[in-house]
C-alpha cells in the first residue's frame, strides 16, 4: 500500500527558515520524480520544485528561485525541500508527490512549470505558516 508523508511545517517569522521532508512507504522514492506543491486557501494547487530521479535535474518556480532547494538525503530515504528566506506569500500546506508519468524534471523546465495531472501518491501536506 503506497503511503505519503510530509513533515516538516510549522511557524516561523519573514525571513526564517525551514526544512520539509517527504518520506515514503510502498514504494521507492528513487523511482520517481518527485514534486512539491503547494496550496494556499483559495488558491488552486501550484508546482514549487520537482527533482528527477537519477539525472539530478531540479525544476523550481519563480516564486522560489533562489531560496528553496530540493534534494534526495538517502540517509533518511527522502526528499527535502530546504525553504530560506521565507516570505507571507510562502504560507500554504505544502504536499509531495510522485511524478508516474516523468522520471526526468527537464520538462518541467522546459514547459516552465509542473503538471498537476501528472503526480499521484498523495501525503496529507503539511503547514507552512509565515508571519510575524
Known amino acids: 500500500q503506497v503511503h505519503v508523508v510530509e513533515s516538516g511545517g510549522g511557524l516561523v517569522q519573514p525571513g526564517g527558515s525551514l526544512r520539509l521532508s517527504c518520506a515514503a512507504s510502498?514504494?521507492?522514492?528513487?523511482?520517481?520524480?518527485i514534486g512539491w506543491f503547494r496550496q494556499a486557501p483559495g488558491k488552486e494547487r501550484e508546482g514549487v520544485s520537482c527533482?528527477?530521479?537519477?539525472?539530478?535535474?531540479?525544476y523550481y518556480a519563480d516564486s522560489v528561485k533562489g531560496r528553496f532547494t530540493i534534494s534526495r538525503e538517502y540517509a533518511k530515504n527522502t526528499v527535502d525541500l530546504q525553504m530560506n528566506d521565507l516570505k507571507p506569500d510562502d504560507t500554504a500546506v505544502y504536499y509531495c508527490?510522485?511524478?508516474?508519468?516523468?522520471?526526468?524534471?527537464?520538462?518541467?523546465?522546459?514547459?516552465?512549470?509542473?503538471?498537476?495531472?501528472?503526480?499521484?501518491?498523495w501525503g496529507q501536506g503539511t503547514q507552512v505558516t509565515v508571519s510575524s
Open positions: 527533482l528527477g530521479s537519477g539525472d539530478g535535474s531540479t
Open positions: 510502498g514504494f521507492f522514492l528513487d523511482d520517481y520524480a
Open positions: 508527490a510522485a511524478n508516474l508519468m516523468r522520471r526526468s524534471a527537464t520538462s518541467a523546465q522546459a514547459m516552465g512549470g509542473m503538471l498537476l495531472h501528472e503526480y499521484d501518491y
